[in-house]
């Protein structure tokens, strides 16, 4: 690990989940997301700490544990620190059991729940509003990115650099999981519009090997865009007879030649809830109930 500057006051440390660190003039920091554990906090307190950097505020972009789950650490090692999330990812963040019920839609069995329930409770402090917030005097903007998570959140600072949570996939992280993980269609696409409409000099995604400049995000905005609606015609074409979600699930799996275990096939249940409720929704495909079993097609 080490702490990478991007423009100004504003850096990142580059990591499986890449955390942004805003430094003040009194030393303290705000950190943008805690990474997936305790053991990754500790590298990166350990760090911040060998330059002289204290942490005292913390923004997790969204719910999600590899960018809040090394809270429970920054918390116990760092008194007076203070958190903040965008009121719906607070819910999900201090009732951990809730995203896990939720993927799997009752309640889950332990190999599915043991990664994102820790034994102590995470709590957020203040809740965030769209918008301008000032944080230790100075301003950051904030900014609703919901679809991958309902509240998750993109953080800009006054260096012009802003910090996009999950909102955005690289090309790696598209060819390595082929099928990211949303929570919501609509949202997803209206958040790839809005993204569009930024106005920032450089973007970190929570998810790549590398800054994003200004002139590169529409490339990647597009590829984003074109992934989302090439699973929506795979949908649209596989429900030409009448398919229930888990086998079009299935056949998503082998087509795409996907390796899961139980947490990656709950992820893209989810997912594929996503697609057909927007399928659905959209007027593009209609249900059927029969010998037990929902089927949707065209």
Not at 80 to 93: C, K, T
Not at 150 to 162: A, E, F, P
Request: with cysteine; net charge negative; proline share 4%.
């Amino acid at each position: 690990m080490e702490l990478t500057k991007i423009h100004g006051n504003t850096y990142y440390i580059p990591a499986p989940t890449n955390i942004g660190v805003f430094q003040f003039k009194d030393k303290y920091s705000l950190l943008i997301d805690t990474g997936s554990d305790n053991s990754e906090a500790k590298r990166i307190s350990a760090l911040l700490s060998a330059q002289g950097i204290s942490i005292k505020y913390i923004i997790n972009s969204h719910e999600h544990f590899d960018h809040c789950g090394g809270n429970i650490y920054i918390k116990e090692n760092f008194p007076g620190s203070i958190f903040y999330s965008s009121r719906e990812s607070s819910l999900f963040i201090e009732n951990a059991y809730l995203f896990p019920l939720y993927i799997f839609g009752g309640n889950p069995p332990h190999e599915l729940s043991r990664d994102y329930v820790k034994n102590k409770p995470r709590s957020i402090d203040h809740l965030l509003d769209v918008g301008t917030e000032k944080i230790n005097n100075e301003k950051f903007d904030i900014i609703s990115l919901p679809g991958h998570a309902r509240g998750q959140i993109g953080i800009g600072t006054r260096d012009n650099v802003c910090f996009l949570g999950d909102a955005l996939f690289s090309q790696d992280i598209l060819e390595k999981y082929s099928v990211p993980f949303l929570m919501d269609i609509q949202a997803q696409l209206d958040t790839l519009n809005a993204l569009e409409k930024l106005n920032h000099d450089y973007y970190v995604l929570g998810h790549a090997s590398r800054i994003y400049t200004r002139d590169e995000m529409p490339e990647l905005i597009e590829l984003n865009r074109q992934t989302l609606n090439k699973y929506l015609s795979l949908c649209l074409d596989l429900s030409d007879q009448p398919k229930s979600r888990e086998e079009l699930l299935e056949e998503i799996i082998i087509l795409e030649d996907l390796s899961v275990d139980l947490n990656e096939y709950y992820l893209l249940s989810s997912t594929m809830a996503a697609l057909v409720t927007y399928l659905y929704n959209q007027g593009s495909l209609k249900y059927q109930i029969e010998n037990g079993r929902v089927y949707f097609y065209k």
